[in-house]
C-alpha cells in the first residue's frame, strides 16, 4: 500500500494560489516555503525588496512557482495596491496567510497615536482589508483558507504588550468574525498563536541569551521557537484536511501558554 494518495487527498496544495503577507522574513517566510513546497503558487508580500527576491529565489531553487509583491501594509491604499498586484500573478488566492507584523514596545505611557495607528494599520486592518478583498472571491467559488498570526500577548500582557497585545486580540476575534461568515462556504478562517521564535522581530530579545534562556524554561519542550515550526501547522491549516477547524486559535509554542 502507498500512502502517498492518501496523504495528497489530505494535505496537497497543487493548483492552489497562496498569498502570504510578512512572507519575506521569519514565521511568514517559512509559512511560504511550506504551502509552496506542498505544491501551492505563493505570492510574497513585503516592503523590502532584497528580502522578497532573496525569498523567491530560493523558492524557486526548490521547483516551486513563487512571486513577490512589495507592498507598504499600513496604509489602506497599500494594502488595496498589494492586493491588486498579488492577483496579477497567479491569479485569486485561495489561501491568505496574514503575518506581517510589527511590535514596536513603547512602555504604555509613552504610548502615542502613531504607535497606535501603525500598529492597528499593519496587525489588524491590513488582515481586514485582505480578508474583505479575498474572502468573498474564496467563498463564492466554495473554497478558502484564511490564517492570521497573532501572538501570546493576545491573551495576558507581558514585555510591554501595549497596543500590540491589542491588535493581536482583534486579531483572533477578526477570524472568528471571518469564519462565522464564511465557513458555511467552504472558507475557514483560524489564527496561529506563537510563543517566542527566533526572528528579526525579536532582535532585541534574543541577543539576550539570558532572556532566551528563561523563555525557553517557560516552554514544555524545552526550547523558544523556529521559523520552521510554522511549516506543518500551516500547511493542514491551508489544506483539505482542516475543512472542519475554523474561528480557532491554534497555540504553536512549545506549550509556553499552558505552563
Ligand atoms: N517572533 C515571535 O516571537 C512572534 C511571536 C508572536 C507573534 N509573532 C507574529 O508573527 C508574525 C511574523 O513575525 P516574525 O517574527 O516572522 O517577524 P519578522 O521576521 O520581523 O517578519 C515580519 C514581516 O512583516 C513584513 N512587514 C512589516 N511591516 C510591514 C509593512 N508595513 N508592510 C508590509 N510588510 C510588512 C516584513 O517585511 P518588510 O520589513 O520588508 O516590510 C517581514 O516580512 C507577526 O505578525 C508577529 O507579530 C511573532
Known amino acids: 500500500m502507498t500512502t502517498q494518495p492518501y496523504l495528497s487527498e489530505l494535505f496537497s496544495l497543487d493548483d492552489r494560489v497562496a498569498v502570504v503577507t510578512g512572507g519575506s522574513s521569519g514565521i511568514g517566510r517559512a509559512i511560504a516555503g511550506a504551502l509552496a513546497r506542498a505544491g501551492a503558487s505563493v505570492v510574497v508580500v513585503a516592503r523590502k525588496e532584497a528580502d522578497l527576491i532573496a525569498t523567491v529565489d530560493e523558492l524557486a531553487a526548490h521547483g516551486c512557482r513563487a512571486a513577490w509583491v512589495s507592498a507598504d501594509l499600513s496604509t489602506r491604499d497599500g494594502v488595496r495596491l498589494a492586493a491588486e498586484k498579488a492577483v496579477e500573478a497567479f491569479g485569486e488566492p485561495d489561501i491568505l496567510v496574514n503575518s506581517a507584523g510589527i511590535n514596536l514596545r513603547p512602555p504604555m505611557a509613552e504610548l502615542n497615536e502613531d504607535v497606535w495607528d501603525v500598529t492597528m ?5 491590513a488582515p481586514y482589508l485582505l480578508g474583505q478583498r479575498f474572502g468573498p472571491g474564496m467563498a463564492e467559488r466554495g473554497y478558502g483558507r484564511i490564517i492570521h498570526i497573532s501572538s ?77 515550526d510554522f511549516a506543518g501547522a500551516a500547511v493542514f491549516l491551508a ?21
Request: charged share 15%.
Open 121 to 125: 494599520a499593519v496587525n489588524l486592518e
Open 152 to 228: 501570546q500577548q493576545a491573551h495576558r500582557a507581558f514585555v510591554q504588550s501595549g497596543v500590540y497585545g491589542v491588535s493581536k486580540g482583534g486579531l483572533e476575534s477578526l477570524a472568528r468574525s471571518q469564519a462565522e461568515a464564511w465557513s458555511s462556504s467552504g472558507v475557514t478562517c483560524n489564527t496561529l498563536v506563537p510563543g517566542f521564535v527566533m526572528t528579526a522581530l525579536n532582535a532585541r530579545l534574543s541577543s539576550d541569551p539570558e532572556k532566551v534562556a528563561a523563555l525557553a524554561a517557560r516552554t514544555m519542550v524545552g526550547r523558544n521557537g523556529l521559523a520552521e
Open 239 to 259: 489544506g483539505r484536511a482542516s475543512g472542519y477547524v475554523t474561528g480557532q486559535s491554534i497555540f504553536v509554542d512549545g506549550g509556553f501558554s499552558v505552563h
